[in-house]
């Protein structure tokens, strides 16, 4: 098996996929309230005005120790824009109540957002329908219910999962849970220096054995973008399903799920400026149909005696008990937020920060960037001399600099490195250019404390 075209996700092609779904002559997802031609997330006639985006996020005026906020932590979690704390707000003012059960208006109000924040999140990525987007608390709770439900029924002894070197505690545990529960065993495709993965150790690792491949779109640690098309066709031509873990991908660029062509999706709101504790799974119907239920209780069955329950229709058959309805509201009006701007021009924005704040971090003596993969989105991860990242982010703070320091649920890719921890910066639509200059500056200080 050969996999070539290592730069099919290149920046120009991760632009394009805003418009993937007409050159793939994607079908567009079917549903109630459903428009054709919705499921373009064009940029025609949207614009991305970076004064008017701060200003829509009004976090962004807090005072840190008496210093403006320079905020370098979304890849931990985004800050929220003033239309999803205000719809939020509206939910529990004008529509709390619970959903799919009373007959009271409050509960319609509910049922209506609830479901509706479910179509814009089956637009957002382009799935064919929204029985196949599942509401779930986030991306880990996705990946933990394929784990729990595809994986434990499909997986024996001698099967195998094959993830990356690259991935996110959350996207190794869960394997790991089920490999001890099944007997089956863990792969891990290696990375070389930069931080891409190795794709020759990855379709070394493939073969008929593999069941699931379970990969991030991008990297938290590093910001790599990994070459999930070939990985995904890979994968599928040994006979595996693939997984993909897109929480530091959404935020970033459009995705759509019928193009890319993978069999399930996971990602969480919090990092695409929405509420945290609700998330999105996208999976093949045909996958989630067979697959068993994850929890047991309200919402998810057709009916119950104590001789036989039977299972509702999806994708409500994996939405046990009262989910968070407020938590899918605020989901859904981050996805209008990111709907309404131009997000070609806006991912444009964060490559040309991202590409100063590597530049710019030359300046500063003795430090070592980790990951450098020739497609990257988003982080800046890095070391200063023998400064430990700790010290270095606390003395950040002091200087109203928001950073993320330790091993970023990563430990693998700390180890890979030789390293226990790293500074990472990382950014959202709303930094600048000027953000970087205040790191730079406060970097300056770090070096005068640590000589
Ligand atoms: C790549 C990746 N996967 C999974 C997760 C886990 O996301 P959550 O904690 O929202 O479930 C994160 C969070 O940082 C992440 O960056």
Same mark, same amino acid.
């Given at each position: 098996?050969?996999?070539?075209?290592?730069?099919?996700?290149?920046?120009?092609?991760?632009?394009?996929?805003?418009?993937?779904?007409?050159?793939?002559?994607?079908?567009?997802?079917? /549903?109630?309230?459903?428009?054709?031609?919705?499921?373009?997330?064009?940029?025609?006639?949207?614009?991305?005005?970076?004064?008017?985006?701060?200003?829509?996020?009004?976090?962004?005026?807090?005072?840190?120790?008496?210093?403006?906020?320079?905020?370098?932590? !979304?890849?931990?979690?985004?800050?929220?824009?003033?239309?999803?704390?205000?719809?939020?707000?509206?939910?529990?003012?004008?529509?709390?109540?619970?959903?799919?059960?009373?007959?009271?208006?409050?509960?319609?109000?509910?049922?209506?957002?609830?479901?509706?924040?479910?179509?814009?999140?089956?637009?957002?990525?382009?799935?064919? !329908?929204?029985?196949?987007?599942?509401?779930?608390?986030?991306?880990?709770?996705?990946?933990?219910?394929?784990?729990?439900?595809?994986?434990?029924?499909?997986?024996?002894?001698?099967?195998?999962?094959?993830? !990356?070197?690259?991935?996110?505690?959350?996207?190794?545990?869960?394997?790991?849970?089920?490999?001890?529960?099944?007997?089956?065993?863990?792969?891990?495709?290696?990375?070389?220096?930069?931080?891409?993965?190795?794709?020759? !150790?990855?379709?070394?690792?493939?073969?008929?054995?593999?069941?699931?491949?379970?990969?991030?779109?991008?990297?938290? =640690?590093?910001?790599?973008?990994?070459? *999930?098309?070939?990985?995904?066709?890979? =994968?599928?031509?040994?006979?595996?399903?693939?997984?993909?873990?897109?929480?530091?991908?959404?935020?970033?660029?459009?995705?759509?799920?019928?193009?890319?062509?993978?069999?399930?999706?996971?990602?969480?709101?919090?990092?695409?400026?929405?509420?945290?504790?609700?998330?999105?799974?996208? /999976?093949?119907?045909?996958?989630?149909?067979?697959?068993?239920?994850?929890?047991?209780?309200?919402?998810?069955?057709?009916?119950?005696?104590?001789?036989?329950?039977?299972?509702?229709?999806?994708?409500?058959?994996?939405?046990?008990?009262?989910?968070?309805?407020?938590?899918?509201?605020?989901?859904?009006?981050?996805?209008?937020?990111?709907? #309404?701007?131009?997000?070609?021009?806006?991912?444009?924005?964060?490559?040309?920060?991202?590409?100063? #704040?590597?530049?710019?971090?030359?300046?500063?003596?003795?430090?070592?960037?980790?990951?450098?993969?020739?497609?990257?989105?988003?982080?800046?991860?890095?070391?200063?001399?023998?400064?430990?990242?700790?010290?270095?982010?606390?003395?950040?703070?002091?200087?109203?600099? #928001?950073?993320?320091?330790?091993?970023?649920?990563?430990?693998?890719?700390?180890?890979?490195?030789?390293?226990?921890?790293? *500074?990472?910066?990382?950014?959202?639509?709303?930094?600048?250019?000027?953000?970087?200059?205040?790191?730079?500056?406060?970097?300056?200080?770090?070096?005068?404390?640590?000589?």
């Amino acid at each position: 098996m050969q996999i070539t075209d290592k730069a099919a996700n290149a920046p120009a092609e991760r632009l394009r996929q805003g418009f993937g779904a007409q050159e793939a002559g994607a079908r567009t997802p079917e /549903g109630p309230g459903f428009s054709p031609g919705s499921a373009t997330p064009a940029s025609q006639g949207k614009r991305f005005d970076i004064a008017a985006i701060r200003a829509d996020f009004p976090i962004l005026r807090e005072l840190v120790h008496g210093k403006p906020l320079v905020y370098l932590d !979304s890849a931990n979690t985004s800050q929220k824009p003033e239309s999803v704390i205000r719809a939020m707000d509206d939910y529990y003012r004008h529509a709390n109540a619970n959903i799919h059960r009373a007959t009271h208006l409050l509960s319609e109000r509910a049922t209506q957002l609830y479901e509706g924040a479910r179509l814009k999140a089956t637009r957002f990525i382009n799935a064919p !329908s929204h029985r196949s987007v599942v509401l779930t608390t986030g991306t880990t709770d996705g990946i933990n219910l394929v784990a729990q439900t595809y994986g434990r029924t499909m997986l024996k002894p001698g099967d195998e999962v094959l993830v !990356s070197w690259l991935e996110h505690h959350s996207n190794i545990v869960p394997w790991q849970i089920l490999c001890e529960q099944t007997g089956a065993t863990l792969r891990v495709a290696t990375i070389n220096e930069v931080g891409e993965i190795d794709l020759d !150790s990855f379709e070394q690792l493939l073969s008929a054995r593999t069941r699931i491949v379970a990969v991030s779109h991008v990297s938290n =640690a590093l910001g790599t973008v990994n070459p *999930i098309r070939q990985i995904i066709r890979a =994968a599928h031509q040994a006979g595996a399903v693939v997984l993909i873990d897109g929480a530091q991908a959404v935020p970033h660029f459009a995705v759509d799920v019928q193009e890319l062509d993978c069999d399930f999706y996971v990602f969480s709101s919090h990092k695409m400026y929405g509420p945290t504790g609700t998330g999105v799974l996208y /999976g093949r119907q045909a996958l989630l149909d067979a697959m068993p239920p994850y929890r047991g209780g309200g919402d998810m069955i057709a009916s119950v005696t104590f001789e036989k329950t039977t299972y509702n229709q999806l994708p409500y058959k994996f939405e046990a008990g009262t989910p968070n309805i407020g938590g899918v509201v605020g989901l859904g009006a981050a996805i209008d937020y990111l709907n #309404a701007i131009d997000r070609v021009a806006a991912l444009a924005h964060e490559d040309d920060v991202l590409a100063y #704040a590597t530049e710019r971090l030359r300046e500063v003596p003795d430090t070592r960037v980790i990951g450098q993969a020739r497609d990257k989105t988003g982080v800046l991860s890095f070391m200063i001399g023998d400064a430990h990242p700790h010290d270095v982010g606390t003395i950040l703070d002091r200087e109203g600099i #928001a950073v993320r320091t330790g091993q970023h649920c990563a430990q693998p890719v700390m180890d890979r490195y030789g390293v226990t921890a790293t *500074i990472r910066a990382s950014l959202g639509i709303y930094n600048t250019r000027e953000d970087i200059d205040a790191l730079i500056t406060a970097l300056a200080r770090v070096r005068e404390v640590f000589g």
